[in-house]
């Protein structure tokens, strides 16, 4: 027998919530890219790490705030704690490594196309393997070409996002940015329930778990303490928290930062003090100064 699915039992609330829930994950962990790249590699690992932790964060709260939402009228719906918070590990881990690559090898065309695509697998994995935590009396079945579209659709936001960040801009690109990524992995979670159907079993129990208000309590409390922190570090500028050591870039090769100097033109009039200096300095003992020429 067919379940009868309902994905938006509260009305607009929970798809709202859950799209302001991605977009301030997202905003977060754009914006520490974002700083990673302008900082000395010795701070870039740990901006890097929670921009990483702020979007896996973001993304896992906004789906589990849809599921909320998600009834089968026929059968009450339970979840595995365990299942449910392995996904939310499963996702800062594949972001993370997306976006280690995009920091550490730029915003380029290979650097973009491999961190969108585990960053956006990252995403997919972590919406497919909550949804595997999902505990009730029936079979949850797929369409298969729904679910490659809704792959599709977090690999495109998550390649899109991560080009936004290379671009160091001010804070309204990311939050622009931030935006974009909050619609599409909003659109990618409600493609994918889309294509999902319920067949329920005949008979028998429904299988052990938590249901969905004993499971909110630690699946909003963690996570968005997390993001409220990162929040806090992230309004503060790096000069201040990082004791002016944001803007300072070391060389590949490990050397010492070089102070950059304008090299004066042919044409100009004035010439550095230093270099009249040395002009005069090599001028041999016993030959007439250019003055008395």
């Not at 027998?1 to 039992?9: H, K, N, P």
């Not at 302001?20 to 962990?29: E, N, Q, R, V």
């Not at 993001?227 to 806090?232: E, I, K, T």
């Not at 304008?262 to 002009?279: E, L, N």
């Amino acid at each position: 027998m067919q379940g009868t699915v309902d994905g938006f039992s509260y009305g607009v609330v929970t798809p709202v919530v859950a799209y302001l829930m991605a977009c301030l994950g997202g905003a977060l962990g754009l914006r520490c890219t974002t700083r990673s790249l302008l900082l000395a590699h010795s701070w870039r690992p740990g901006w890097l790490a929670l921009g990483s932790a702020a979007i896996g964060s973001g993304i896992w709260t906004m789906h589990f705030v849809a599921m909320m939402g998600f009834t089968v009228e026929e059968a009450p719906i339970h979840y595995d704690k365990a299942l449910t918070f392995a996904s939310l590990a499963v996702a800062i881990v594949m972001v993370g490594i997306g976006i280690f690559i995009v920091g550490y090898r730029g915003a380029t065309g290979t650097a973009l196309f491999t961190g969108g695509t585990i960053t956006g697998l990252g995403i997919a994995s972590m919406h497919y393997l909550g949804m595997a935590g999902m505990r009730l009396r029936g079979t949850l079945e797929y369409d298969t070409l729904t679910v490659a579209a809704s792959v599709v659709i977090a690999m495109a936001a998550a390649t899109a996002a991560l080009w936004a960040a290379g671009q160091v801009r001010g804070i309204l690109w990311s939050l622009g940015a931030s935006l974009v990524m909050g619609l599409a992995v909003s659109g990618m979670h409600y493609m994918g329930m889309a294509g999902l159907s319920v067949h329920l079993h005949d008979s028998g129990a429904t299988p052990p778990g938590d249901s969905p208000a004993e499971i909110l309590a630690p699946m909003m409390i963690g996570p968005l303490a997390f993001l409220l922190l990162a929040g806090v570090i992230v309004m503060f500028d790096p000069l201040m928290v990082m004791g002016g050591q944001a803007d300072v870039r070391k060389p590949a090769n490990g050397g010492r930062a070089r102070q950059s100097y304008p090299v004066p033109r042919s044409g100009d009039r004035h010439v550095p003090a230093r270099r009249r200096t040395r002009s005069r300095s090599r001028t041999r003992p016993g030959s007439r100064s250019p003055q008395n020429w």
